[in-house]
Each structure stands twice: as structure tokens, then as C-alpha cells.
């Protein structure tokens, strides 16, 4: 355990600023989600495929596991009820695009899941930066320097 901590420690991070790093790690995770989920009701990436794709060559573990999205797609955008009282919403076009950006998000998840340990690190440096320059100001303006 010690070693983990002194690499926590070299790179500025304490045991308080553990809290503050998963808040920012879930808003982080959110706001990819729904960032996807949004390129994806947008661009339609199934339907763009689709159309370069031989009718009978649909493979197998693709399409199972597209399946297993989807069915979790339905199962979510269920739970959120207001999505069909937005103006203009297609419920089957929201969960089709749930499920692709449940499929994109679980591709490229070895890449995603250190790129957002990465950015919420930086956030949480970039609060603390934000905490000294405040303390540092407040002391010049009291004129304890």
C-alpha cells in the first residue's frame, strides 16, 4: 500500500482529495454517456453501416451481442419515463441509439477507461491549482504575505 501512495503523493494527490476524484470521474462518465448516446441518436451509426453490409452476411457474435444491447437499451430508456414526454421524441430511435452507444462505449472501453482516470485527475489538480491561487490572493489582499 505504500508504494500506491507515493505515487498518488508525487503526483499531487492526497487521501481528501479521493471524494472529489470520484465525483469528477462519474460526472466525467455521464457526460461521455450521454455524449455518445447523442452523436449516436445524430448519426445513426447502425443504419450508415448497414447500408455497405451484404444483406446475408450479418455475423453472429456482432449481432448477438447488438442484441444484448439493445435489450439493455430498452430496459433503461423504460426507466426514464420522461423521454416520451420530450416534443418530437421516437422512442425506438432512442433506444436504438442507446444501444449503439452502449456497443461504442464497451469497444473502445480499454482506451476510455484510463482517458477518464486521466481527465479526472486533471480536473483534480486543476481545482486544487484553482484553491491555491484563491489562498494566495486572499493573503495579498489582507496583506499577509
Same mark, same amino acid.
Given at each position: 500500500?505504500?508504494?500506491?501512495?507515493?505515487?498518488?503523493?508525487?503526483?499531487?494527490? #492526497?487521501?481528501?482529495?479521493?471524494?472529489?476524484?470520484?465525483?469528477?470521474?462519474?460526472?466525467?462518465?455521464?457526460?461521455?454517456?450521454?455524449?455518445?448516446?447523442?452523436?449516436?441518436?445524430?448519426?445513426?451509426?447502425?443504419?450508415?453501416?448497414?447500408?455497405?453490409?451484404?444483406?446475408?452476411?450479418?455475423?453472429?457474435?456482432?449481432?448477438?451481442?447488438? #442484441?444484448?444491447?439493445?435489450?439493455?437499451?430498452?430496459?433503461?430508456?423504460?426507466?426514464?419515463?420522461?423521454?416520451?414526454?420530450? @416534443?418530437?421524441?421516437?422512442?425506438?430511435?432512442?433506444?436504438?441509439?442507446?444501444?449503439?452507444?452502449?456497443?461504442?462505449?464497451?469497444?473502445?472501453? @480499454?482506451?476510455?477507461? @484510463?482517458?477518464?482516470?486521466?481527465?479526472?485527475?486533471?480536473?483534480?489538480?486543476? #481545482?486544487?491549482?484553482?484553491?491555491?491561487?484563491?489562498?494566495?490572493?486572499?493573503?495579498?489582499?489582507?496583506?499577509?504575505?
Amino acid at each position: 500500500m505504500g508504494r500506491i501512495k507515493e505515487y498518488f503523493v508525487e503526483h499531487g494527490l #492526497t487521501v481528501a482529495d479521493i471524494p472529489k476524484a470520484i465525483i469528477l470521474h462519474e460526472a466525467v462518465s455521464i457526460a461521455f454517456a450521454m455524449a455518445t448516446w447523442t452523436v449516436c441518436y445524430s448519426a445513426q451509426p447502425v443504419r450508415s453501416i448497414a447500408k455497405f453490409m451484404p444483406k446475408k452476411s450479418t455475423p453472429g457474435l456482432l449481432a448477438k451481442g447488438y #442484441t444484448a444491447a439493445l435489450a439493455g437499451a430498452h430496459r433503461q430508456v423504460d426507466k426514464m419515463k420522461w423521454l416520451a414526454k420530450l @416534443p418530437g421524441s421516437d422512442i425506438q430511435r432512442l433506444t436504438t441509439s442507446c444501444a449503439e452507444s452502449m456497443c461504442f462505449r464497451g469497444a473502445i472501453k @480499454p482506451v476510455t477507461i @484510463p482517458g477518464k482516470l486521466w481527465v479526472s485527475w486533471k480536473l483534480v489538480m486543476m #481545482t486544487k491549482l484553482r484553491k491555491c491561487h484563491e489562498e494566495a490572493s486572499a493573503h495579498v489582499t489582507s496583506g499577509k504575505v
